[in-house]
């Protein structure tokens, strides 16, 4: 079964819901939810950025300029909302006249790059628009419904996460595509599926930096532990291995603070305990070896860990 059959199911459910505006709606931040309502409070800052937008670029048409930044920055505030520190949002300061056709980047990863489409009408009128420039440049894109007019005057916001999609699915058609709400997966599905993203890339690092340990090519081992850890930070194993890399290479404190690492992640991890344990008696710490293989042996009584003890 294709990954997006259960998403495409979950998003006629959707769809019917959104006709009655029975939506799934949760403030916290870094949640999924379907609505996210921006109050006055929220929505002044965007309404000052898209005026300082006007007096830097003096466009012919300042009206609409205003508009059109406006329902950008709503979009963006409900991915900001949902996905919190996950992702990263372009400084627009590093490009004149916008953001670089990407609106935010993933924070482990500023390579796979999002775009965010905002606009306001019917929902099962409209559609989003993405350019051939912003299909390459970007891994995903990300479609929010505003369901008020967007003026100066309007002061609260009712945005809904209408759904997303791969840009490698997109079919361009005269250099730009148009896609409606019923050709999206669901919206629940958009962490997941950047998280896959990054676990491909993760897991080729980690095969990598395996190989270099078998051939003790220590060095490029532990570049690439490092670069699996920027992607997964709760990647156990690649504390694990990274230690024993910098073991291997005589920095022995260094190890024990993966292993460390390790243990915070997964406290049932007894060869972790093990191995720390034979570091620190390396380094004469003696009552934290013991301590070490102490908890090795508790964990997994059946192993022979006692023999250094």
């Given amino acids: 079964m294709d990954w997006t059959t259960p998403l495409k199911a979950q998003q006629t459910d959707f769809i019917q819901r959104l006709k009655s505006a029975k939506l799934l709606h949760w403030d916290e931040k870094g949640q999924h939810s379907e609505l ?11 309404r000052n ?10 466009p012919n048409d300042p009206q609409n300029y205003f508009i059109n930044n406006m329902k950008g920055k709503l979009g963006e505030e409900v991915v900001k909302s949902r996905l919190a520190d996950f992702v ?3 400084d627009y300061e590093k490009h004149i006249g916008g ?26 009128k409209i559609q989003w628009s993405i350019s051939q420039e912003e299909i390459e440049k970007n891994s995903v ?4 419904l505003i369901q008020e007019e967007v003026s100066e ?14 840009t490698n699915m997109i079919t361009l058609s005269a250099g730009k595509a148009l896609v409606g709400i019923d050709e999206l997966p669901y919206s629940g599905g958009l962490r997941s599926y950047l998280e896959s993203l990054t676990s491909s890339e993760a897991d080729e690092y980690m095969r990598l930096g395996n190989e270099c340990l078998e051939k003790e090519d220590y060095h490029n081992a532990i570049t690439y532990y490092t670069q699996v850890l920027q992607l ?28 460390t690492q390790a243990i915070k992640i997964d406290p049932n991890l007894a060869l972790a305990y093990f191995i720390r344990g034979n570091a620190r008696d390396d380094l004469a710490d ?5 301590e070490d293989y102490t908890q090795a042996i508790k964990i997994d009584p059946n192993k022979a860990f006692y023999i250094r003890r």
């Fill in 99 to 124: 953001d670089g056709k990407v609106d935010f980047t993933l924070t482990s990863d500023s390579s796979i790059g999002i775009q965010v489409k905002a606009r306001n009408g019917n929902f099962d």
């Fill in 88 to 90: 990263t949002e372009v």
């Fill in 286 to 290: 003696k009552q934290g070896a013991i």
């Fill in 36 to 46: 996210t309502v921006i109050s006055d409070e929220r929505s002044k800052p965007l």
């Fill in 232 to 259: 997964k930070p709760n990647n156990k194993d690649a504390y694990f291995y990274r230690g024993l890399a910098r073991y291997y290479l005589g920095d022995k404190q260094g190890a024990i603070e993966d292993w």
């Fill in 141 to 144: 894109l990300v479609c929010i």
């Fill in 153 to 166: 005057a309007q002061a609260e916001y009712n945005l809904i996460l209408a759904g997303f999609l791969p």
């Fill in 49 to 58: 950025f898209c005026w300082e937008m006007i007096r830097k670029y003096k």
